[in-house]
């Protein structure tokens, strides 16, 4: 099966028009499909048409949030509904062309675990475009997973590999990197990107570029210390405690040998709180692993990632 999802935040206008073109490129992939439509929190009417279209098509789903959570939150709530073997998502506002999705499918059979939308031309005013570069750039440099565009929603994954994934903030753009733990194959394809046809974009805006920049350096730590917190708090200690011990060391010198007077000099505030942090690093580190450990233990998470078995 395959699993469509597709969260919507003040879509009305572009229901209807989004469901006959999926009607019409699902057709085209001749296997059993159902589509996932997480209103999340819309207020100008989505729900009431998406009830209408669910009435006449039994395929289309429909998850309605209380209030408005994010596209991260409606993506994870459909990743957990969804029952295909292969999830796609797009978004709702007929930027994404649903004609796509045959093209990720055929891509994805070739042995792919994520097939990425490359937005070759994108359609968005330049103020959008030029602060996707700078963040696809940094991000593919960051991660080591090198993709043109992060930001582009439609995308294909086998079901395994969002079924272990956990999403909070904004980290539904970093699916293809913090997948890449697990040792994922990641192609990209281009795809078409249309002009936005009704109102304005709902889930993208400069605000959230710092939010971005954010959670990229979540991503980085969960993808190189998730498992290991002491090598980077203890590291980073270490090296604060020894740069403080040295500046102390060079200090006693300077008293007990030199005869100089070190008590008005800022080096010595500089040594004492090297040193302090240091040991205040370590300690993090340190408690971080007992977090670790509580977490994989407890409740038997594993620390790696099995693709296949033979002779089990």
Known sequence: MISIVIPLYNEA??????????TAALAAVGEACEVIVVDDGSTDGSFEQLRRLHEADPCLKVIRFRRNFGQTAALAAGFDAAQGDVIVTLDADLQNDPADIPRLLARLAEGYDVVSGWRVHRRDPFHRRW???IANWLI?????????????????????????????????RFIPAIASWMGVRVAELPVNHRPRAYGRSKYGSLRRTVK?????????????YATRPIHI?????????????????????????????IGNRPLLTLGVLLMIVGVQMISMGLLGELVVRTYHESQ????????????F
Do not use: M, W
């Open 233 to 261: 708090f203890g590291g980073l200690g270490l090296l604060a405690a020894l740069v403080g011990g040295a500046i102390g060391l060079y200090l006693s010198y300077a008293k007990l040998v030199l005869g100089e007077s």
């Open 140 to 172: 593919s440099r960051v991660t080591g997973v090198q993709l043109h565009d992060y930001g582009c929603s439609l995308k294909a994954y086998r079901s395994e590999v969002v079924k272990n994934i956990r999403l909070y903030g904004e980290l539904h």
């Open 212 to 224: 971005v920049f954010l959670d990229l350096l979540t991503v980085r730590f969960l993808l190189s």
């Open 131 to 133: 602060p996707s570069h």
């Open 13 to 22: 206008e572009s229901i209807p028009q989004l469901h006959e073109q999926l």
């Open 300 to 311: 038997g998470k594993p620390i790696y990632v099995v693709r296949e078995r033979l002779g």
